[in-house]
C-alpha cells in the first residue's frame, strides 16, 4: 500500500493494482503541492481507478489523463456521463452497498458523509468510501465526516484504514475529519492498522516559491496523540508522501 499523498492510495493486492482518487499535479488551481509527484512509471499496469467523489481534488481531469485511457473508473453513481463524455469508456457507476469485481478482489462501495458533487452546473453523485476486499480487507473511506455506519463497516475486519485527518487549507470545511473526529473514526472502525492520509501535501499558495505553512504538517501530532487515546488497539502507521507499508 503507497500513500501518493492527499487523497491518492495505491493498493497492490492479491495480483491487482487500484489506485484511489488520482491528484498528480504540482499546481491544482490555487494549491501547491509541496512533495514531489510520483514517477509516471509508478503509476503503470493499474486495474482500476476508484475516484470517492467529484470534487476537483479527487476527480482530478488532468492527472487522469496522465493514467492510461482504457483503466476501469469506478465512480458514484452521476459521474459517468461527464468521464463517457471525455473519451472513458471503461466507466461503472456505484451506490453506496454495490459491488464490483477487479480480479480476485471485491470493490464494495460505503457510505461517507461529505458532500460529492462537482459544484454549480457540474455533476452531481454520492460522496463514498471503498472496502477492498481479497486476502485483506483495506478501507478508504475518503472524504467524510463521522458516521454511526463506520462501526458496521469495520465489524466486518479491516486489516488496513486509511484516515482522512485534515485538508488543504488552514481551516476545515464540513464533511472533513479533523485529527481528533479521525480518532474517533477509528475507534469506531478498529482496523488492525491505519494510515493517515490527506494532509501534508498541498496547500494554498497564490504565488512564488513560499515555504510550506506550518498547517501542512501540524496535523499529525494530535492525530497521533488523539489516536493512542481513543483508539490504543489500533497500530498507526504514519507515511510520508510517496512511501509504502507491506502487510
Known amino acids: 500500500m503507497t500513500w501518493i499523498g492527499h487523497g491518492t492510495v495505491l493498493v497492490e493486492l ?41 470534487h476537483r481534488d479527487h476527480l482530478d481531469l488532468p492527472s487522469l489523463r496522465t493514467l492510461a485511457h482504457d483503466v476501469p473508473l469506478i465512480v458514484p453513481r452521476g459521474a459517468g ?98 485529527p481528533r473526529r479521525a480518532a474517533e473514526a477509528l475507534a469506531l472502525i478498529r482496523p488492525a492498522r491505519a494510515v493517515p492520509v490527506h494532509w501534508g501535501t498541498y496547500a494554498v499558495s497564490l504565488s512564488g516559491r513560499r515555504p510550506p505553512p506550518d498547517y501542512l504538517s501540524a496535523p499529525l501530532a494530535p492525530f497521533l496523540a488523539a489516536a493512542h487515546e481513543l483508539a490504543p488497539g489500533v497500530e498507526i502507521v504514519p507515511l510520508a508522501p510517496g512511501e509504502s507499508l507491506e502487510l
Not at 19 to 40: E, F, N, W
Open 14 to 54: 492479491d495480483g491487482a493494482r487500484l489506485l484511489t482518487d488520482p491528484l498528480l499535479r504540482d499546481r491544482v488551481a490555487h494549491l501547491r503541492r509541496y512533495v514531489p509527484p510520483p514517477a509516471a512509471d509508478a503509476l503503470r499496469d493499474l486495474d482500476a481507478i476508484l475516484i470517492t467523489h467529484l
Open 81 to 178: 456521463r461527464m468521464l463517457l463524455r471525455r473519451g472513458y469508456h471503461a466507466v461503472r457507476e456505484v451506490a453506496p452497498g454495490e459491488e464490483v469485481a477487479v480480479g480476485a478482489l471485491t470493490v464494495t462501495a460505503t457510505e461517507a458523509r461529505h458532500h460529492g458533487g462537482r459544484g454549480t452546473g457540474g455533476a452531481h453523485g454520492p460522496a463514498l468510501g471503498y472496502v477492498i476486499a481479497g486476502t485483506r480487507r483495506v478501507y478508504q473511506p475518503g472524504d467524510t465526516d463521522l458516521f454511526e455506519g463506520m462501526r458496521e463497516i469495520g465489524a466486518t475486519g479491516i486489516d488496513l484504514s486509511f484516515v482522512p485527518i485534515w485538508g488543504w487549507g488552514s481551516r476545515l470545511g464540513p464533511g472533513h475529519l479533523d
